[in-house]
Structures are given as structure tokens and as C-alpha cells.
């Protein structure tokens, strides 16, 4: 066996970087760019308008004018208007571009407008104490040119919206990773279908598919009974068709456990089998020269789920954006006292609790084993606990792996 840490390291060595496609802007979203975005003009473009109010010159305000007339009114959108005199102001509204001639925005708050002689007029309560005042100056945000979003980034929200604001209606981005979720064993059945007593559904297919297609790869599943002949006949089509095959179930010490010898029958070289963990001990990992990666993971669905997040998830994220550095590890405060006897890491399942004072409480959860599936409703995560000891103090931060955001 080797240790989690180890069997971290050699499952990265296989990242190879895939390859890009072009896509339209919003189906962009989650995805990796491939290409640098750099500002097309000045952000902003223009000395804007930050606040509704009457624009006027610094100048005047400065000799004590508190008193303008209004020239004109502007609003955003529309072509600047200049202040003609710079006695006078322009009546302006947010977003709209400062007006040639003023340099300095009073806000509708700090005015009063009335009507003498025919001229409406404002006069200014709170004078500015600078020019400038309420203006958005041109290119204090980004100069022309400047690198905006680099190559390697998950477009999220803000994202997509600075690339639509520099106009790039299609982007470069990493194509989705393409895995094969295998199922295997006899006594597994389609959803859709009623279970014999001695049957259950195929719910490892259905969780790894969710959570590959969460992480932005592309899963189809496929389901293999307990025979050598049948797997010797449906894998080799897999291995040379999809980036990565993620299998469930067969990999034990059991009689019908045939996948380890059928992969290295197809030519796939084992790289490791069997981690010193739990739950998820039996976990098989191998690559096929010029082919997919295989995960094959133990069949109970606590330890598929642990083995997917700790292991697969991260090769994803690394083949979707190889040059960037990995993730950090994300740490929670044990919230209660646990012991764990045997000199393994242990995946304890725990319930996240964010604090007032800012800090992330793990909460131990109970489970039947690493069968007990519906187990996983109560829980946000997973400590990671090291094998170096077997006591486990309310209060110590350890590494949390996380498969439920808040």
C-alpha cells in the first residue's frame, strides 16, 4: 500500500493539458480560457459621471459661486454637451461622460434647484472640496492594453462580464475532460427499474456522472456485469475513446473482483492499487499507453465518493488547466473529540458550521459504514486525518475535503 499523499503525486504525474475550443460567451461560463483578455480602451473610457447631480468648474466653486444656471441636462448615452460658461453647470445624470469644460459633479443631495426669472438655476448647499469631486476619471480602473484576465482563469460571473465588456463575443477555453463512469457487479440494476430483494440501483454511476459533469467534464455512463469476457470486450473501446475511465465496484480481494487483471490483460499499466486510507482502501489507478487514465474505485459508495473528490476531481482541474498552481487546502476546526485506532488516513465525514468569529467548525457525523450512502445528506465534507495518530482533539484544524459548498 502507499500513502495518500504518494498516491496524490503519481495520480498528477499522468495531467496532460487538453485541448481548446471556441465557444460563444455564455457558454463559456465555468470553463478555463486559453487565452489572455486585455482591455481594449481605457476603463473607464471616459471621465464619468459617478453620481446624478449638476456638473460644473472647480474653478468657480473655488471663488465662492454657489449659485448656477443650468445650460442644458445630459444624460447617459449621450453625446457630451460642453459648458459653455463656467459661471454656468450642466445638469447630469450617472454614467453620463463629464462634460468638456467642467471637472467637478455636486450631487443631487448637496442642491437646490428654483426657478428666477425664467432661468432654473441650482444652488450648491455642501461645496466640494476638490475637483474631481464625483468623477469616475478615465483609465483609473485599467489602461488600454493592460491584461484583465489571464489564461489559465475559471470564467466565473465577473469574469464574463469584463470579457463582454472588452467585446469578445467567443473565447478560447480548455474543451471538457471526457470520462467513461463504468459500473460493474451483477446485482446492480437501471434506475428506472424495481430491484429484487437481492438488487440495487446504479447510484455510483449516477453520483460520479453529477459530479464530473458539476466539474465541467462530460460523463456517459456504461454498466458491465460480474464477467471476464464481457469486460475484456467492452473496455478496450472505452480506453481509446474517452480522456479518463472511472470505474465503480470489482476491485477488491473477491472472487468476482476481475478488473485489476482484466486492465492488465488490455494493456493498461497499474501504477498503484490499494491506499492506506478509509474508507476507499482497494482504490486501482492505471493509464493505457497513448490512452485514457483509469480510476478504478471501490464499489461501496462512501468510499467511490471519497476516492472521486480526493483523487479524480483534482486530476480534472489539473488537465483543464495544467500551468496553473493547484488549489490550496482548505482547513476546518474539529468541533468534537474523535479517536480512530487503525494507522490509516481516515475520511472523517463531518458537518460544516461557519462561526460568527469567522472560523469553519467540522461537526463529526455518524455512518454506518462506507455503505451508508443516504449518510452523505448530513454532511459537507470529509477531514482528512493523518495515520501518525490515533486521538484527535476538539479545536485542531485539519485538512477538509469539501463536495457541498454553503
Known sequence: MISVAEAERLVLTTVRALSAETVSLLAATGRVLR???TADRDFPPFNRVAMDGIAVAFGAVARGQITFPIETTQFAGSPPQPLQNPQAAVEIMTGAVLP????TVVRYEDVTFQVIDGQRTATVQALPERAGHNVHARAADRRQGDLLVPAGTRLGPAEIAVAAT?????????????????????????????????????????????AANAAGATAE?????????????????????????????GVSKGQADFLPGVLRELGVEQIFHEVEQRPGKPFW?????GGAVVFALPGNPVSTFVNYYRYVQPWLRACQSPEMPPTP???????????????????????????????LLAHPQRAGGSGDLASLLHCDGFLELPPNQTEFAAGEAWPLLRFRNG
Open 221 to 249: 455512463a456504461f454498466h458491465f456485469i460480474d464477467d471476464q469476457d464481457v469486460l475484456r470486450q467492452g473496455l478496450p473501446q472505452l480506453l481509446s475513446d474517452f480522456d479518463a475511465v472511472v470505474l465503480s465496484g
Open 329 to 359: 487546502t482548505a482547513f476546518a476546526v474539529l468541533a468534537a473529540d474523535v479517536s480512530f485506532r487503525p494507522r490509516l488516513t481516515h475520511f472523517l465525514p463531518v458537518r460544516l458550521e461557519l462561526t460568527s468569529d469567522g472560523r
Open 100 to 103: 468638456p469644460g467642467a471637472d
Open 285 to 289: 489507478f492505471g493509464q493505457k499507453p
Open 35 to 37: 487565452q489572455d483578455l
Open 166 to 210: 472588452i467585446g469578445a463575443a467567443t473565447l478560447s477555453v480548455t474543451r471538457p475532460a471526457r470520462l467513461a463512469v463504468v459500473s460493474t457487479g451483477d446485482e446492480l440494476v437501471d434506475v428506472a427499474e424495481q430491484p429484487l430483494p437481492h438488487q440495487i440501483r446504479r447510484s455510483n454511476a449516477a453520483m460520479l456522472q453529477a
